[in-house]
């Protein structure tokens, strides 16, 4: 199971090769995968990516959402699978759940075959990506030098702390000044706190607060001092 277009939390895309590799990794042990293509509507860069199933239609099942686009309560998605899978996945999905709320899903159908859908996500894609320069603005004035990667598409980018900066002491600090952040940690299977990092979601954060956020713990994110033990 992989997220390839845009890997949570690291924020990276699968590369060409890799992407290749698992193909044939999964051919050699006949074995399907499923790709989470969860915030594929909200890509940034010119260049698109493409789907892996459409490398291996046969092998890829893949998955979307409305999650991100309109909203988790609503609780629908989709899933395009090779033809033989399809019986079997509808009659589990049936037997897991009961199925779907029906007119949740007309609803849905019509917002699509109206354009409206096409016009949501327009316009949702302009407010993040305003939010995403927002934050890559604000960390550049007042962060200089931060790396931050992961940005190509969806609602979080990875700040990278300088080396011999401590992820947990950074949290900390911020969060005496009431900005919340997210160490990287926390998503380790091993909780390991080396290298820092910080997931910045800016999916559900105004413009202005990104930049007061910023702004108020900076030096936090540059500065070895502040953010290191005794
Ligand atoms: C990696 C990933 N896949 C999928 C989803 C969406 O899941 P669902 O459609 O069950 O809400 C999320 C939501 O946060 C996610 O982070």
Do not use: N
């Amino acid at each position: 199971m992989v997220t390839p277009a845009h890997q949570w939390p690291t924020g990276v895309a699968l590369a060409p090769e890799r992407r290749l590799a698992l193909i044939e990794w999964a051919a050699d042990r006949d074995a399907v995968i499923i790709e989470d293509d969860y915030d594929a509507e909200f890509r940034y860069g010119r260049e698109p990516v493409g789907a892996l199933q459409g490398l291996a239609p046969d092998r890829v099942v893949s998955l979307g959402t409305v999650s991100k686009s309109l909203a988790p309560v609503l609780r629908i998605g989709w899933v395009a699978c090779p033809p033989a899978l399809a019986g079997p996945l509808a009659e589990h999905k049936h037997r897991s759940d009961r199925g779907t709320p029906t007119l949740d899903q007309l609803a849905l159908a019509r917002l699509i075959e109206s354009g409206r859908f096409d016009r949501h996500l327009r316009r949702m894609r302009a407010t993040y990506r305003a939010r995403r320069a927002a934050l890559l603005t604000a960390l550049a004035e007042h962060a200089p030098g931060l790396r931050v990667t992961g940005l190509a598409a969806g609602f979080h980018a990875v700040a990278h702390l300088p080396a011999g900066a401590d992820e947990h002491r950074v949290v900390a600090a911020a969060r005496a000044r009431s900005v919340g952040l997210y160490g990287m940690s926390a998503c380790r299977a091993s909780r390991a706190a080396t290298p820092a990092r910080l997931v910045l979601g800016f999916g559900d954060v105004r413009e202005q607060s990104v930049v007061e956020g910023v702004a108020a713990i900076g030096d936090l994110l540059t500065d070895r001092r502040r953010s290191t033990g005794p």
